[in-house]
Structure formats: C-alpha cells, structure tokens
C-alpha cells in the first residue's frame, strides 16, 4: 500500500521542529530513522498531514560520556552506537541488546532516540533503559525538562512525550567497574522484535547483588520491572525469584504465544540473565 498524502518539514532545529509540530492545521509527525514510521504510514495505521524530518538538525546525534553519564543523542543511528567503543566500555547493557534489534539494514538508518520514543511494548531499548534507571531529556514548546525511564513509558505506544514535544537525547548511568548487567531475549528468529525478553542491571556487592533492575519486554503494554524477583535474586534465592515472577508478570495471549509461554520463557530468560549478572565484566 502507498501513505495517504502528507507535506513534508525539513526541521533546521530542535526549536524549529517544536514549532513545527505545534502548527495548528491537523495532526504532525517527526521523522528520524523511519523504520517504524514509514511501515504504518504505508499501512496507513497513521495518516499525519505533515512529516517533520529530524535528519538535518546538527549536533542531535552523537554519544558523550560526561562523568557518571552516558549521553546519547535522539538521531543516534543503532549501528552508529553498536560500533562505539563508549558504548562498549560505559553501557555495556546497550551494547549486548543492540544486535538483536532487527536487522543490519534497519540498525544503519533506526535510531535510539525513535526506538524510546515509538516504545514498542517488544523492543530491547526501552527495557534497556529502564533497567538502567536512565533518564530522558525531551525539548517542548514550555522548554526542556528530563523524564526518568521509570515515569516515562505510560501505556501502549505512549509516554511522557507530549504531541509537541521532540526527544532530544537519553542518559544513561556510566558502568563502573562493579556494573554488572545481563541481556536476553527469546524470538521466533533473530532480528524478530522478542517474543519475550529481558535487560538487567545491578552493581556487584561482595557475593551479591544490590541496586537490581530486571526489565522485561514483550510482558505487557510497556516494558515491566519484575520487583518481587529483583527483590529475592538480590537475596541469591534464584528459584524464588523464578516463581515470584508469577506475581510480578501477568502476560496475556498474543500472535505470537499464549500468555503461559510467555511467563515460562520469562523463567527460562531469568536464570541466564542472573548468570550473566553474577560473572564480572571482562
Ligand atoms: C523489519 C523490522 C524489524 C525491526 N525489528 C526491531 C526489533 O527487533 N527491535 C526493535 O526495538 N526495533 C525493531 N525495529 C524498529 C527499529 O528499531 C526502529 O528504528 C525504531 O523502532 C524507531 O526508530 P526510528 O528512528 O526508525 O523512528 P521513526 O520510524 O522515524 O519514528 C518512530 C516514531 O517515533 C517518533 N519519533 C522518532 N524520533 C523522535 C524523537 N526524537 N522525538 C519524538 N518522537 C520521535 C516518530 O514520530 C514516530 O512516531 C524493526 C523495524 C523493522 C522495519
């Protein structure tokens, strides 16, 4: 199928594209790697009458380590980040999730900020995110305010983001030496969005665990902390916090599994990431 007509925006700024989005002659939309957007036009899931192209705003991509924080911008390609030795080094947890994101094609042109911003329920990055406790910066007609990850994934497709608010960048926690994360997921094949999966992070506290995050994707509307499972693997009660996630995690039935599968994938996934969470980093 082809997009129902829409005008196109080459926005030259951040405040240009918010200005943009604010015009008042029908509903507007940004444009950074298109990878999701382009598909539900063509689908017509989403008729905009105006596109806002991000891609030619300076300075909106691009990864800086800034003390105890790792700052990405929101046209930050996937591959672009893949290959980045900060990445690598300071957000490890991005790194390991990244090469499950679709396919080589798709990582050259999506983009971080696009992936947190659309917040598939399935995707790895907004799980990444919250496991990470990271932090958003978005620019809107009001000016800039920050969302933390745990605040800004609302429901189905929706977040903190207002109509007329663009993401300009997320900020992550740098790794230390005591970081500890680990990364999972179950697809039908790889570059599928996960059937299910899961991103941790804790730091390592002698023989233990402390500050653990476990959060799941494909479970529900939005990417879910498993808390009560948090709370018995950082005890080292793994098998408690398997049989917790019954509590935690209420999947229900979809294209791709029932909502049982799913709960007994997120118990498989639980016992690789907290191996991985219990092995230093090299
Ligand atoms: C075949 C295929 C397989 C894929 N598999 C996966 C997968 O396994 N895992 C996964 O996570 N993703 C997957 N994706 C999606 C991919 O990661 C996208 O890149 C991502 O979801 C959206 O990023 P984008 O830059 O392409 O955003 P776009 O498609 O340009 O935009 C997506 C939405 O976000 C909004 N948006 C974009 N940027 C901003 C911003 N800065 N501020 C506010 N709103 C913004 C747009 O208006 C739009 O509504 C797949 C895509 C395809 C086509």
Same mark, same amino acid.
């Given at each position: 199928m082809k997009p129902s007509p829409f005008a196109y925006a080459k926005a030259k700024s951040v405040e240009h594209a918010v200005e943009l989005l604010a015009r008042p002659d029908g509903e507007a939309r940004l444009l950074a790697g298109g990878q999701?957007?382009?598909?539900?036009?063509?689908m017509r899931l989403s008729a905009p009458k105006l596109l806002i192209d991000l891609n030619g705003i300076g300075?909106?991509? /691009?990864?800086?380590?800034k003390g105890a924080q790792v700052e990405i911008g929101a046209l930050t390609r996937h591959?672009?980040?893949?290959?980045?030795?900060?990445?690598a080094k300071h957000a490890p947890l991005i790194a390991?999730?990244?090469?499950?994101i679709g396919h080589a094609a798709i990582r050259n042109r999506g983009t971080l900020g696009g992936s947190v911003a659309f917040a598939d329920p399935a995707a790895e990055l907004p799980a990444c995110l919250l496991a990470l406790g990271g932090e958003v910066e978005i620019a809107g007609p009001k000016g800039k305010r920050t969302v933390k990850a745990d605040d800004f994934f609302k429901g189905l497709f929706e977040t903190?983001? /207002?109509?007329?608010?663009?993401? %300009?960048?997320?900020?992550?926690?740098?790794?230390?030496?005591?970081t500890r994360v680990g990364f999972a997921e179950f697809a039908r094949r790889h570059g599928d969005y996960a059937m299910?999966?899961?991103?941790g992070c804790a730091r390592a506290d002698g023989k233990g665990l402390a500050n653990l995050r476990l959060a799941y994707f494909g479970v529900g509307a939005t990417p879910l902390r498993a808390k009560k499972a948090e709370a018995a693997l950082a005890g080292g009660k793994l098998d408690e916090a398997v049989g917790a996630l019954?509590?935690?995690?209420?999947?229900?039935d979809d294209v791709?599994? %029932?909502?049982? %599968?799913?709960k007994h994938l997120a118990g498989v996934l639980l016992r690789r990431v907290a191996k991985q969470l219990m092995e230093a980093r090299p």
């Open positions: 999701s957007l382009i598909a539900t036009l063509n300075g909106l991509a /691009g990864i800086v380590v591959a672009e980040a893949e290959r980045s030795a900060d990445i390991l999730a990244l090469p499950h903190a983001l /207002g109509a007329h608010d663009v993401l %300009t960048a997320i900020r992550l926690p740098a790794a230390s030496k005591d299910v999966g899961l991103a019954a509590d935690d995690l209420d999947p229900s791709q599994s %029932t909502g049982a %599968t799913k």
